[in-house]
């Protein structure tokens, strides 16, 4: 008796590992090149990937599982060359996301990006589902080794990235795929393309894979067009790729809102570009001697102009600039916080001399940590608490920050901070000017939710708001102002040629002194947040300053839809520049995905109709894995939001809460064909209700209690809380799989196109129901998906 041959679970495993690995490269990669909200797109195109392979193994149909050792080895290999080559054609695509509603060519461009890098997840899904087809007697087996795979590269891709520049990252992964081919090779003893297939490993790997393209309307690309400029080193992890530039010919001078009546300039600069953008100065200082004069001139000295040698807490240190202001202020003791360690490093190490070694200094002290789990563990006491202006202004007045999620500024947030203020601190927070104004007043009705959330009647009298130029400086005080501290206030304006924009008991001629604008809009705006309609102005207003909410994250998100008429109607006088743009890319990213995910359940269905023709429970199949798609992505968005603020930073959190679903799920779906009954996915369904909405209660107390613990803990906790959902998550899918394999084999590459359309909406869906209404209502959303799956399970067919 002749035994069937044993699916190449390794090969499965490690082709999915390297699809994954490359998925959360990419979103390292596009926030080099392009900025942080196109991680979105990539996840979406991803799974735009997954569901084409559904309609290649229809049109392959039995094909598929005579040729499998064939086309399997050549889809990983292909996946390898497809990684590295479609990267590096999606950088010559002339996209700009800033002239998206006002050049017609743009949404082409964006489309043609989106549908490019689909490509290299089309040939890795493909080749497992390949596995599915050829195996499906042995399918939870197989989506096991899938899953346990996806999860390991997850992680891997993040340790990668530790020791290896970006691009040599992209390398390593694209050489994964030929392994992959070699490795089934081998199990299938075909010895010719098994050296085929490592020799294209070695020369993926070795080959270097070429230089990042950095869009040119990023901030490091404009500086370098600067005579003279030149990059004096780069560094990089997964927080981040740091570019220091000298421009000796055109010197630097980066004093964000620096007051028109200073004295003095900033001296001598180095600039300092996180992932190509993000724009920080290293300021030229004698370690021995006192700091640089041109701080006390910046609206982020006003509290030092209230508080005599203060401790003082800095979030987001950076280079050192918000802490030599600090020192050249009075403080007396500075804790700085800076979460990215090689950040610290620059003017520690190679740049300290320049520096004036700012962490070396009498009374400071560096801490290496994500700013909110700081405080958490801080015994507080801090007289004035410094958040750092941590944004390019370029990319922030563009709107193009508007999808990066931040827990800086949260009403959570906020409220913590003004909890660790010793009595009559100060919280300070510096943003930039924007008009018509949204950051000053957003920020100003965020701090006026938290002061009443802690019982405080009348916030406005715990408030003070002051604008330069180009900066705006909030302080929230722990208690009322006091005359004397208005006065000062006061003061401190008038001898900087600052405006007034919010103080207790303040005139509206005290308003719009300096920095003219047509209306004092800061002053009005401020006035109607801390009225009794508060409601109504906020409705009314044209931008969204809502207050952020840790469920609703999004501070840098003013879009509203309504302004979306009145400036395309003003295109022609430059109306569109008044735009947030990186809630229209979402939304244009979805309306691609819907086309395409419109064209991949129709084509299935079309191919197949013969096939399919006497299998009456097609609708129910239909259901079931669009549930289960939509559901899953829900899901999964939901946590990976939910552990940026625990683990640190968006890739920190993608990379862990992958891994965990992923890696869990899988076992889960070992154990699938053990659930009991006509319908066994509805077990695993109740099991995934319950844990679900339980995980919105429970988790957020859960995880600000342990924000303190190493962070090599924190992403064992996050993999252990995720684990018993995750686990019946993996249950369904291969269940319905398994179900169709029993008695409509033809349908199972109907279902896993479906499945995969149906994830390539829901991963920009998700962001967009919690842009609009919270995470909460994503995870609620996704509960009642899997709902509607379980009463759609296929039923068996007759003999």
């Not at 802690?454 to 102002?481: C, M, N, Q, Y």
């Not at 342990?706 to 803990?713: E, G, Q, R, S, W």
Request: charged content about 15%; aromatic content about 10%; hydrophobic content about 55%.
């Amino acid at each position: 008796m002749t035994r069937a041959p044993a699916p190449p679970l390794a090969a499965v495993a490690l082709l999915s590992a390297a699809a994954l690995g490359y998925e959360v490269l990419l979103l390292r990669l596009f926030s080099i090149v392009q900025w942080h909200h196109f991680a979105y797109m990539i996840i979406s195109l991803a799974l735009l990937g997954y569901g084409v392979s559904g309609t290649v193994l229809a049109l392959l149909g039995e094909r598929a599982g005579r040729h499998f050792e064939t086309l399997f080895m050549a889809a990983a290999s292909l996946f390898g060359a497809a990684a590295v080559g479609c990267f590096l054609a999606a950088q010559r695509v002339p996209f700009n996301p800033l002239e998206l509603l006002w050049d017609a060519s743009q949404p082409a461009r964006l489309a043609a990006i989106y549908l490019v890098l689909a490509v290299p997840f089309l040939f890795a899904a493909t080749g497992i589902g390949l596995a599915f087809v050829r195996f499906r007697d042995r399918i939870g087996r197989v989506y096991g080794a899938d899953l346990l795979g996806a999860g390991g590269g997850a992680l891997g891709v993040l340790g990668l990235l530790f020791v290896a520049m970006p691009m040599d990252a992209l390398s390593v992964i694209g050489a994964l795929g030929p392994v992959a081919a070699a490795l089934a090779a081998g199990q299938a003893r075909r010895w010719g393309p098994m050296v085929a297939a490592a020799a294209l490993a070695a020369g993926l790997a070795v080959l270097p894979a070429g230089t990042l393209g950095i869009t040119p309307y990023k901030g490091l690309s404009q500086t370098l067009e600067t005579a003279g400029a030149r990059v004096l080193s780069e560094s990089s992890s997964p927080l981040g790729l740091l570019t220091v530039v000298d421009s000796p010919r055109i010197p630097f001078r980066h004093a964000p809102g620096l007051s028109l009546a200073s004295p003095v300039g900033p001296p001598e600069q180095l600039g300092v570009f996180t992932d190509g953008d993000a724009y920080a100065a290293i300021n030229r200082s004698d370690p021995g001697g006192p700091p640089p004069g041109h701080f006390a001139y910046l609206t982020s000295a006003l509290p030092y102009a209230l508080r005599q040698d203060p401790r003082v807490l800095v979030l987001g240190a950076g280079v050192g600039g918000d802490v030599l202001q600090a020192l050249g202020q009075g403080a007396a003791a500075v804790d700085a916080v800076e979460i990215n360690r090689q950040m610290a490093d620059l003017v520690r190490g190679t740049y300290a001399e320049f520096a004036g070694r700012p962490f070396d200094r009498p009374g400071v002290r560096l801490h290496i940590a994500e700013a909110r789990g700081f405080v958490t563990a801080s015994g507080g006491g801090y007289d004035i608490i410094q958040v750092a202006l941590l944004d390019a202004f370029g990319s922030a007045s563009a709107g193009l920050h508007a999808l990066n999620e931040s827990y800086l500024y949260t009403v959570e947030a906020l409220g913590l901070y003004l909890d660790r203020l010793a009595d009559g601190g100060l919280l300070a927070v510096t943003r930039w000017v924007k008009l018509p104004p949204r950051d000053g007043l957003k920020l100003l009705a965020t701090a006026a939710a938290a002061l009443r959330r802690a019982g405080i009647e009348e916030p406005g009298r715990h408030l003070a708001l002051i604008r330069g130029w180009k900066t705006s400086t909030l302080l929230v005080r722990d208690g009322p102002f006091t005359a004397a501290e208005a006065a000062a206030v006061r003061r401190f304006c008038v001898e900087r040629s600052f405006d007034l924009a919010w103080l207790p008991d303040m005139t509206a001629d005290e308003a719009n002194r300096f920095t003219v604008l047509d209306q004092p809009y800061f002053f009005d705006g401020a006035t109607a947040l801390l009225g009794p309609d508060a409601a109504s102005f906020t409705d009314r207003y044209k931008y969204d300053i809502r207050p952020a909410t840790d469920d609703r994250p999004y501070f840098f998100n003013a879009f509203k839809w309504r302004l979306l008429p009145e400036l395309t109607a003003l295109r022609g006088r430059g109306g569109l520049g008044l735009l947030e743009w990186g809630y229209p890319v979402l939304v244009a990213t979805l309306a691609q995905a819907a086309v395409a995910a419109v064209l991949l359940i129709a084509v299935p269905l079309w191919l197949t109709r013969r096939a399919a023709a006497g299998h009456a429970g097609r609708g129910r199949v239909l259901v079931y894995f669009l549930g289960l798609g939509f559901a899953f992505l829900f899901v999964e968005m939901a946590f990976i939001q939910k552990f940026i603020l625990f683990l640190n930073h968006p890739i920190y959190a993608a990379a862990a809460v992958l891994s965990a679903f992923l890696v869990f799920a899988g076992l889960g779906s070992l154990v699938s064909a053990r659930l009991p009954g006509r319908n066994p996915a509805a077990f695993a369904i109740a099991a995934i209700a319950m844990i679900a909405l339980t995980s919105v209660f429970v988790l957020p107390p859960i995880l600000a209690e342990l924000a303190a613990i190493p962070l090599p803990a924190r992403f064992a906790v996050s993999m252990a809380l995720i684990a018993p959902l995750a686990f019946c998550m993996g249950m369904p899918f291969p269940a319905g799989l398994a179900r169709l394999g029993q008695g409509a084999p033809a349908l199972i590459p109907w279902a896993w196109a479906i499945n995969g359309c149906a994830s390539v909406l829901g991963a920009v869906l998700a962001t967009v129901i919690a842009i609009e209404v919270g995470f909460t209502a994503v995870i609620l959303a996704a509960v009642a998906l899997y709902g509607v799956a379980a009463a759609s399970f296929p039923r068996p067919e007759p003999p």
